[in-house]
């Protein structure tokens, strides 16, 4: 069953912003690792970036690294994704996934994350 809901997925113009969130459906993911992988048709899932709760640790893919943005809400349980100065390339659908991994290292491992959402479609336009 999903675990996790996203929401805020849209289309936006090239250069434009967009702001994702990631909420838990049925636990608390509080010291959990979190992170966002998405997947463009025609291309497999890639790791876009990832936070860990307990050392606020982030890792970020170089495709986006500089123009996004992993954060946590004050309760720890929502995660966002803020998306800054897009690209057409940064279309895909957007997937949050959840992990207890105690390995900081690791949150960049899709194998890595029990928990995932059904996804949210982000279309950035030229």
């Known amino acids: 069953q999903v675990q996790l809901v996203e929401s805020g997925g849209g289309l936006v113009q090239a250069g434009g912003s967009l702001r994702l969130s990631c909420a838990p459906s049925g636990r608390t993911f509080s010291n959990y690792g979190m992170g966002w992988f998405r997947q463009a048709p025609g291309k497999e899932r890639e790791f876009v970036a990832a936070i860990n709760w307990g050392g606020g640790t982030t890792y970020y893919a170089d495709s986006v690294n500089g123009r996004f943005t992993i954060s946590r809400g004050n309760a720890r349980n929502t995660v966002y994704l803020q998306m800054n100065r897009m690209k057409p390339e940064d279309t895909a659908v957007y997937y949050c996934?959840?992990?207890?991994?105690?390995?900081?290292?690791?949150?960049?491992?899709?194998?890595?994350?029990?928990?995932w959402g059904q996804g949210t479609q982000v279309t950035v336009s030229s």
């Open positions: 996934a959840a992990t207890a991994t105690t390995t900081s290292s690791r949150l960049r491992a899709p194998d890595e994350y029990n928990y």
